[in-house]
């Protein structure tokens, strides 16, 4: 297993980046924005985390693992590498956002040290064409969720 940046030569892994967020269109707009990193497991592009960075802190725009990788802790290392990176950036603070209806989501960030902070009601019913369900759950709200880096 390795994790390398995204570059030009290597394909856009939309099977990945589309379990994290169902619109394609959505993904484009923030994908050549972002510092891409690709986890790869025997050839295989199979996980992802999208970063963009601001002066103040970096987000994560985009964090997925493929069905047949997860469960083998390639999200925790994905994550710990967004935070090792924006650390080396001297960034302070990690922001991540999900959906209400994440409830794996939430549970993952909370025990990896991030808190909510913020809910944006109706983010999802606004900017997204498509009812998103996951656990039965209509995703309405946005969730978001901070790390402060120098604390942990």
Same mark, same amino acid.
Request: charged share 15%.
């Given at each position: 297993m %390795?994790?390398?940046k995204w570059t030009e030569c290597d394909i856009i892994p939309y099977e990945v980046l589309l379990l994290a967020d169902p619109d394609q269109e959505e993904v484009n707009r923030y994908f050549f924005q972002s510092d891409v990193f690709l986890l790869i497991e025997s050839e295989c592009i199979c996980g992802v985390v999208c970063i963009q960075n601001k002066e103040d802190? !970096? &987000? *994560? *725009?985009?964090?997925? @693992? +493929?069905?047949?990788?997860?469960? %083998?802790?390639?999200? %925790? %290392? +994905? +994550?710990?590498?967004? *935070? #090792?990176?924006? !650390? &080396? /950036?001297?960034? !302070? #603070? /990690? +922001? @991540?956002? #999900?959906?209400?209806s994440s409830i794996q989501a939430l549970a993952f960030y909370q025990k990896a040290g991030f808190r909510m902070v913020e809910i944006i009601p109706n983010y999802f019913t606004q900017h997204y064409s498509e009812p998103i369900f996951e656990n039965g759950i209509l995703a309405q709200d946005q969730i978001v969720l901070k790390f402060l880096i120098n604390e942990n």
């Open positions: %390795k994790i390398k802190c !970096s &987000e *994560i *725009i985009n964090i997925a @693992v +493929l069905p047949a990788y997860q469960n %083998k802790n390639y999200g %925790k %290392k +994905l +994550l710990q590498y967004a *935070i #090792t990176y924006a !650390s &080396e /950036l001297n960034q !302070s #603070t /990690l +922001l @991540v956002k #999900t959906a209400n």
